[in-house]
């Protein structure tokens, strides 16, 4: 049924196959910048980037990081927020022909460890103020050498002269000493398409978070469909808000506007006052981001005073959009000049991010959309490759060139995600609960895997449970997600203590003071309540979905659950 793709009416003006040209990121990037050298390329606060000014940015980047032994199939570690050097630093190492792997300037350090070790990650580049983090775990990993940035490098107001630097550690490199010397250029490297080029992270049912491999090709083909679907061409600007460790934030705000010579706006820390106020200033065609950023620009004054008639598109991924923000962000833009419609999208990390979103010209309730040029996608049946029924829920399964070459040393996971089907084609199967109408349209479901979305960003319980787990007052713990107006979930602990007379608020903090000191702060318990057992199934797993249902019973009791 997939075959006929009956979506295609409703591409409008977006072709149904894109050539995508076999080259690596670097070399893709550099072909925007021989045709639109002087094109502003990206903008963070009041500093301006041509293309030509970021391509020089990034070959100087590149022959500095080979001048530091970095080399093809190499991985470096970059733990940046939205900056310039962040992406100066991405490109830079796929020049080289190494591998970049993505991860939270806010990680722990024991997070850190464990991704450093991972990736085999020799080199790092994280902002200074972060230094502490990787000093304390260097030993404990192969990395050799740090890198470190600052706010102030692209800021020259702020940027002091005769700056002290702050560190001597001697495996410390200052990005400012970095890029203020001349290098030998560096060699050139023959890096195909298809080799692994970037590693990000995504959690498994485990709880333990996988290195996800995307390709060159992935990313561009990915690129090039956001680029097409959405509009990003020359003269078109994207708020970069979503962070560059996680796929939408690196695949749709910042590689798409640069594969289809579109601008860049970057937002290192994402507030309600600076976003809106980027608005005002930097009228951008492109606002992508998560229902809760949304919500927020909703209620701030200055977005709800600005003119909205610069917007051309707005897509809301990570979660599922809820009815009442979709219509007050579109009533907030049609009382301000805009006419766009918040569109919903969908995509996951192992196919770099979105891969289906509403048509431009055609909304249906509840949607995710249909699928982008020369991606396909079917149901099929739990447990099998049987194409479900029209209107038949089962498992969403997605094709095309954005899908991941596979997890980073998890062969076995690899192949029970990526499978061939009868088709001979090969499928990767999301794990996600989803059907799909006559026309084409996916409606998701639910997520087979149990995963709390907080805030856009993934929690794992069995990861927060773990932690819970190693302090010594704990005998059990289960970890559920918890409907809440602000976060969309809130992760909430339920916990058997060995003794049970310690139950108190104080000792509810110390364990969330506990999941703090180990965990990145939006999979941290928001609230714990002390059980003496907790529910079991007939094989003796703990019942979390006894604990969620419990939970939505007690939130409508209290007039506080929706429903779903």
């Keep these: 049924m997939f075959e006929t793709k009956p979506w295609l009416k409703f591409y409008g003006k977006v072709p149904a196959t894109i050539d995508y040209p076999r080259v690596t990121m670097y070399e ?41 032994g970095l080399k093809k199939g190499d991985r470096i570690t970059i733990s940046m927020p939205t900056t310039p050097q962040g992406i100066i630093c991405f490109y830079a190492v796929n020049r080289l022909g190494a591998v970049a792997s993505m991860i939270h300037p806010l990680s ?130 994207v708020l970069a808000i979503m962070p560059i460790f996680h796929g939408f934030g690196l695949g749709v705000c910042v590689n798409a506007a640069f594969m289809g010579g579109g601008k860049s706006i970057l937002v290192p820390i994402f507030t309600p006052e600076t976003v809106a106020d980027l608005i005002r200033d930097r009228k951008p065609s492109f606002i992508v981001g998560v229902p809760t950023l949304f919500e927020a620009l909703c209620q701030n004054p200055v977005f709800q005073q600005a003119d909205l008639s610069c917007l051309e598109a707005a897509f809301s991924g990570a979660d599922s959009l809820p009815r009442p923000i979709k219509e007050q962000f579109e009533e907030t833009v049609r009382r301000q000049g805009g006419k766009v419609k918040l569109l919903e999208g969908y995509g996951l990390t192992e196919a770099v991010t979105a891969i289906m979103a509403t048509p431009m010209n055609e909304y249906r309730e509840g949607s995710i959309g249909v699928p982008f ?71 998701f479901k639910l997520r087979l895997k149990r995963m709390i979305k907080s805030s856009g960003m993934n929690v794992y319980p069995a ?32 916990v058997v203590l060995k003794d049970a ?40 797993k703990i019942a979390y979905s006894v604990l969620e249902q419990e939970e939505k019973e007690r939130l409508r009791a209290c007039g506080e659950y929706a429903g779903e």
């Design 28 to 68: 893709a990037l550099m072909e925007t910048v021989r045709r639109i050298p002087e094109e502003v390329a990206y903008l963070f606060f009041d500093y301006t980037a041509t293309y030509a000014q970021f391509a020089q940015q990034i070959d100087r980047c590149a022959n500095a990081l080979a001048a530091l």
């Design 373 to 443: 040029p020369d991606m396909l996608a079917k149901i099929v049946l739990q447990g099998t490759t049987k194409e479900a029924a029209i209107g038949g829920e089962g498992e969403l399964c997605i094709h095309g060139p954005a899908v991941m070459l596979g997890y980073l040393d998890h062969p076995e996971e690899t192949a029970s995600t990526l499978r061939t089907h009868e088709d001979g084609r090969i499928w990767l199967h999301t794990g996600d609960i989803a059907s799909m109408d006559t026309d084409g349209f996916f409606y």
């Design 108 to 237: 722990t350090a024991k997070e850190i460890a464990f991704y450093l070790n991972v990736s085999k990650s020799r080199v790092a580049m994280t902002l200074e103020m972060f230094y502490e983090k990787f000093a304390e775990v260097k030993n404990e990993t192969p990395l050799k050498t740090i890198i470190l940035a600052q706010i102030p490098d692209f800021l020259p107001a702020m940027a002091q002269e005769g700056w002290d630097k702050p560190h001597t550690d001697p495996d410390v490199v200052f990005w400012r000493d970095l890029m203020g010397k001349e290098y030998p250029r560096a060699p050139s490297v023959d890096m195909d398409p298809d080799d692994m080029a970037v590693i990000l992270y995504s959690g498994g049912t485990t709880g333990t978070p996988k290195g996800i491999m995307l390709s060159n090709y992935n990313f561009i083909s990915e690129g090039l469909q956001v680029a097409h679907w959405g509009g990003m061409i020359e003269g078109s600007s």
């Design 463 to 494: 990861q927060v449970e773990a932690v819970l787990y190693q302090h010594e007052d704990v005998k059990d713990a289960c970890v559920i997600g918890v409907p809440d107006k602000a976060q969309v979930e809130r992760v909430k602990a339920f």
């Design 501 to 540: 007379g310690k139950a108190s608020p104080e000792m509810a903090t110390a364990l969330i003071k506990y999941c703090q000191k180990n965990l990145i702060k939006w999979s941290c318990p928001r609230e714990i309540e002390f059980r003496d057992i907790l529910p079991c199934t007939r094989v003796g």
